[in-house]
């Protein structure tokens, strides 16, 4: 049985530098082999080869500690572009970008994350006022963010 705590703790070792991050661990529950999937980010992003450097020691981890059985699989990969933002290094690394923000009142807020603070971020969202546009800024405490998205851009 692999128990997502002790892999949380093996990656955030297994990590190259204090500029990546462990994101989250996402143990299946399924009938078969178990799937360990492993999600990293880093302050300047996470390249293939850094992915494949913390698979490998995990790897060794898991096989020296023996207790997951010979059926498991293991993936270590970045989020995805549909993968919501989880930790506040993560808004910080994507401030600039378009972000789309559903609060817990179900209400959805669209802007460029501005800033980030402890407790709130601030997105800006351009409105026009008659013929003039106007820069509306919208402070959004973390507390109410159900979730939160990049939202990728093709200009």
């Known amino acids: 049985m692999i128990l997502k705590e002790n892999i949380e703790n093996w990656a955030r ?7 990546q991050f462990l994101v989250d661990v996402v143990v299946s529950s399924k009938q078969g082999p178990q799937k360990v999937t492993v999600i990293l980010d ?19 981890v898991l096989e020296e500690q023996g207790d997951t059985g010979d059926n498991f699989t293991l993936e270590v990969t970045t989020p995805g572009v ?11 690394k994507n401030i600039g ?10 209400i959805v807020e669209v802007g460029k994350l501005a800033a980030v603070d402890e ?13 003039v546009k106007e820069v509306r800024k919208i402070v959004v405490p973390f507390s109410e963010i159900e979730r939160a998205i990049v939202q990728v851009s093709f200009k």
Do not use: F, W
Not at 97 to 106: A, I, P, S, W
């Open 97 to 106: 970008r378009v972000v789309k923000v559903q609060l817990t009142d179900k």
């Open 119 to 131: 407790a709130t971020l601030v997105l800006e969202r351009e409105e026009k006022n008659g013929k």
């Open 82 to 92: 549909d993968h919501p933002l989880k930790m506040k290094r993560q808004y910080v």
């Open 13 to 19: 070792q297994a990590l190259l530098d204090e500029s």
């Open 42 to 60: 880093g302050d300047h992003g996470i390249t293939i080869d850094d992915c494949a450097t913390v698979s490998r020691k995990l790897l060794n």
